[in-house]
């Protein structure tokens, strides 16, 4: 059985930072190319950032500069570090796993239940 538990969301202020983690289980994780999308309230869910098991990485533009991914096979685990909140990052973000092993921009059959990550003072 495939989990992906998120982990690291909360309230930060504007400008603050956090870090998301996602450990893969029931997968071989260095076959998947693994992903972070957010979804706010009303949008549909959109592209974060992706990384495959080399650490080729896609990020989407509005992140660009102030997330990083990262992951680390051996803990079967990905991450996105997230610096310079902005309200307009306030969303549900979600893990992903797509059986890929090039950089791609679009989900995998897996997602994790989510983690609230809410930017406001």
């Known amino acids: 059985q495939v989990q992906l538990v998120e982990s690291g969301g909360g309230l930060v202020q504007p400008g603050g930072s956090l870090r998301l983690s996602c450990a893969a289980s029931?997968?071989?994780?260095?076959?998947?190319?693994m992903g972070w999308y957010r979804q706010a309230p009303g949008e549909r869910r959109n592209l974060v950032a992706t990384i495959t098991r080399g650490g080729n990485t896609i990020y989407t533009d509005s992140v660009k500069g102030r997330f990083t991914i990262s992951r680390d096979n051996a803990k079967s685990t990905v991450y996105l570090q997230m610096n310079s909140l902005k309200p307009d990052d306030t969303a549900v973000y979600y893990c992903?796993?797509?059986?890929?092993?090039?950089?791609?921009?679009?989900?995998?059959?897996?997602w994790g239940q989510g983690t609230q990550v809410t930017v406001s003072s």
């Open positions: 992903n796993a797509a059986a890929a092993t090039i950089p791609i921009a679009h989900p995998g059959d897996y």
């Open positions: 029931g997968i071989t994780f260095s076959s998947y190319t």
